[in-house]
């Protein structure tokens, strides 16, 4: 029991007492709206009060940093230990140019570097290929072979700065790069660190960068988890993505409930397929979640991630390893929920969504710059971004104490309400027979494609509101300073490529390509054949249309 | 006689998977009453004029989020001209700046709509600018 039955009781009497007083304030001056809602439209009541965590178990529920079911976070000292990494996620036109920006950012005060690749890249296709034209170096870097991988890590100490990777399907060719730039550089595998995103589940639910169908992809995720117990030790292999769902229009709690239930699936295959321990791997599994503009509810929701993964591990897969029951994870800022118009409120809602991370207990963030919604940020736009983290770990206080919200009635039982409909979510596609069983019967997807088109709605009604879009409109336009990519990078990329194929060894070329064919034909750990390859200067599509010949190819269902 | 309804098309050309318009559209011209053909992520703009014509279509409404769009979009328009089919209205949507305003009207498309465009001022241009073809 949370209370003694005194304040309980006394809870209730003033309770009593003030929805007398509302009720008869409400029949003269009614409330503005009729319905409270957040922007998932979860409906909020208008207090809350012992009454609604009655029933919580202070040492069960909430208990300490540290310690299970960790719900005020892994550390024992929080953010006293050591602040979140600030790592903003870039990437622009070639190697040398996000190389640039890179070395910008470290300069800034950065902690940690986190790569944006473009189309071509993210989908496994060189900047040669006719689906390529037009989309070279444009929302990101384009990396084609171990050459453009160097330019891109030169100058970037690659013992010391830790490295995220959002790709997907080539995450075994873009990884071995990695892996084979710091064995030229001369540090050891075991003592890089980093992540790739490499989790495709949320790729057929939400994001769209699918290459192979869902079966394959899992079992190339499950390569990486094995190769990187093994010889990657500090290096996390996935990085389990609510972000992408929401972006794509889910509501918070569908965000929490897929993206857990994606870690559960990815679980299940590593210990099926691999025969690891799930204390082998499972410290090594990492997450990502949007901070979406209502603010209680993204605290909530992280909160309840990190309670829901304990008690996953714990009680489903008998976790013993305390860190196997760790959530940590990266947070985005929510590019969803910035406007074109009237571009510098973005600042501002930027950092009342970092506050929120924060708040919530993450361990990495990225700003969004204020005119992401618009191009790829600028240099200015992203030290103001980069500043406004600054500015919340070191000027607000917030960091001073851990979890400073809980045992807020508010809190904690949003908390509780979004863990426990989360739980329905997953028991729910359990029942379905697994998450890559559910995608195929279009669940998660249409389940986003209601609550997203629910919200257009709300916004074009001006049920909820949009500062700039429905409300508050102004006709004159805020022009910023936008970021171009030259045309030219694409022919200059291409030339490049050109080269390289030139140039390289096509006997060594060959065979490396052939043992990729045969470890995928075998059922093999594809990671050391890739590496070898990309050693040979094999480029990400040659890797991938390997893939693709093995494996087949995954097509857009066009669910709405 | 019943009214034939307007066929519309939403299609997302390229490589981009920023499909969250595009599926909202999709929807929002389905209650609107028109028939709609939906053709899912990463389409060439080949295979977009293929669709466009097996199915017949008045509309052809693309997305694009990835900057591509000044390649991509006029592409369709060409492709379309190129099979005799330059009947079909193309409007297009996504993140494409001011400035590319002009180049893709120029290239033939109808109408852009950009983030913010309410659903209701869309589906009131289809209204307003498309007929069904006989």
Partial sequence: MYFAEKILEESRELNQKWEDEVRRTVSSFPEQKARWSTVSDLEIRRLYTPEDIKDMDYARDIGVPGEYPFLRGNQSTGYRGRYWTFRMFSGMGSARDTNERWRMLLRQGQTGLSTAFDFPTLMGYDSDSPKARGEVGRCGVAIDTLEDFLALMEGIPMDKVTTSMTINPPATALWAMYCAAAELKGVPLGKIGGTIQNDMLKEFIAQKTFMCPPEPSVKLISDTVEFGTKHVPKWNPISISGYHIREAGSTAVQELAFTLRDGIEYVEDVIRRKGLSVDDFAPRLSFFFNSHIDFFEEICKMRAARRLWAKVMKDRFKAQNPRSMWMRFHTQTAGCSLTAQQPYNNIVRTAVEALAAVLGGTQSLHTNSLDEVLCLPSDHAVEIALRTQQIIAEETGVANTIDPLAGSYFVEALTNEMEEKAWEYIHKIDDMGGMIAAIEKGFPQLEIADAAYNFQKQIDSCEKTMVGVNKYITSEAQAIPMLEIDDKVEMEQISRLKAVRRKRDGKAHKKSMDDIRQACRKGKNVMPYCIEAVKNLASVQEICDVYREVYGEYRDPGLY | ?134
């Fill in chain 2, 1 to 134: 006689m019943e009214d034939k309804k307007i066929r519309v098309m939403v299609a997302k050309p390229g490589l981009d998977g920023h499909d969250r318009g595009a599926r909202v559209l999709a929807r929002c011209f389905r209650d609107a009453g028109f028939e709609v053909i939906y053709t899912g992520c990463h389409q060439t703009p080949e295979q977009i004029v293929a669709a466009a014509i097996q199915e017949d279509v008045d509309l052809v409404g693309l997305s694009c989020l990835s900057g591509a769009h000044r390649y991509l979009f006029p592409r369709v328009v060409e492709l379309l001209k190129q099979h005799g089919a330059d009947d079909i209205t193309v409007i297009g949507g996504g993140i494409i700046p001011d400035q590319d305003f002009q180049m893709l009207y120029d290239a033939g498309l109808k109408a852009i709509f950009t983030p913010g465009a309410s659903l209701d001022s869309i589906v009131e241009w289809v209204k307003t600018n498309v007929k069904p073809m006989p």
